[in-house]
């Protein structure tokens, strides 16, 4: 299967996704915080991979279900009383503060390992504060398991705008991020202290990213999200720019497709969503080897 041939695939699939999820996914909220998420993840993914920081993404969902567990807590006792608000400022503070160890020559498996242990440890205790002292609208486990009915109307909004961001950013900075992973002393050279800015703007487009769709996906498949479709859309095409568009039409074909099945067979999203994109994964593997091996 040659490249034209896959590109059309998945551009078929994505028109049928889609006409699947507008027909089966009823409420417009519901599907627009399907598309939102899945072009944050799709966006965001091939970032990851082109600066081979994998375990960082998968283990920052520990420090973003912290942000938002410590958000409950400043809700009650401070004058901002909105919980999103205060995620975002704890969640990039602390992705801030891993980015920077790495920055500074810290090994990023050493740094993301130290940053997560304290992150786990600290969410016993925010959770058991959270629970005891204040009324929480929501169970705590939804944001374990994801629910996308946690997401309110001006969450919406919210997530619409720092979609718009991601992917603006995302775009502006994949060229130097690719450049920047294969070899970070030439990038340098190319750059000069340009690098130094596309550090901060990638470390800003993981946390938004994870931050944002806690809730929707939920800590456990922020993981698989984050990760997959990227890798689906390496096996598939060559190029840093068609792995980027085939990884955003990865994720929204996983994402509505995952939505819809959910509705119809009454599932978690999260998993169902997870479900479709690891099946992708594996189909792209036997993908790859026929067209390697003919």
Do not use: C, Q
């Amino acid at each position: 299967m040659n490249l034209d041939k896959i590109t059309a695939t998945l551009i078929s699939i994505l028109f049928l996704s889609l006409a699947i999820g507008i027909v089966a996914i009823a409420r417009v909220e519901y599907l627009a915080v399907a598309l939102l998420t899945s072009v944050m993840m799709g966006i965001a993914s091939p970032l990851i991979a082109a600066r081979r920081l994998y375990f960082l993404a998968s283990e920052y969902p520990h420090m973003a279900l912290l942000a938002t567990t410590l958000s409950i807590i400043l809700v009650n006792t401070t004058p901002v009383n909105y919980e999103f608000f205060w995620v975002i400022v704890i969640g990039l503070i602390s992705m801030y503060l891993v980015g920077y160890a790495i920055h500074r020559g810290v090994d990023p498996d050493i740094a993301t390992s130290i940053a997560t242990a304290g992150s786990v440890s600290a969410n016993v205790m925010v959770m058991y504060i959270a629970l005891r002292m204040f009324r929480v609208s929501y169970s705590l486990w939804s944001l374990i398991l994801g629910d996308p009915l946690l997401v309110t109307h001006r969450d919406i909004y919210v997530l619409a705008m720092l979609t718009f961001v991601v992917v603006v950013v995302s775009i502006a900075i994949y060229e130097a991020v690719i450049y920047m992973g294969i070899d970070r002393d030439t990038s340098t050279l190319i750059y000069g202290r340009m690098v130094h800015l596309y550090d901060f703007l990638f470390f800003t487009v993981i946390g938004l990213t994870t931050l944002a769709v806690l809730k929707i996906v939920g800590y456990i498949l922020e993981h698989v999200l984050l990760l997959l479709p990227a890798l689906v859309a390496i096996n598939l095409v060559e190029g840093g720019r068609k792995v980027m568009i085939a990884s955003l039409f990865i994720s929204t074909i996983a994402t509505l497709l995952g939505f819809s099945l959910s509705i119809k067979l009454n599932l978690a999203p999260a998993s169902s969503t997870g479900f479709i994109i690891l099946a992708m994964y594996l189909i792209s593997i036997a993908v790859k080897r026929l067209r390697k091996y003919g």
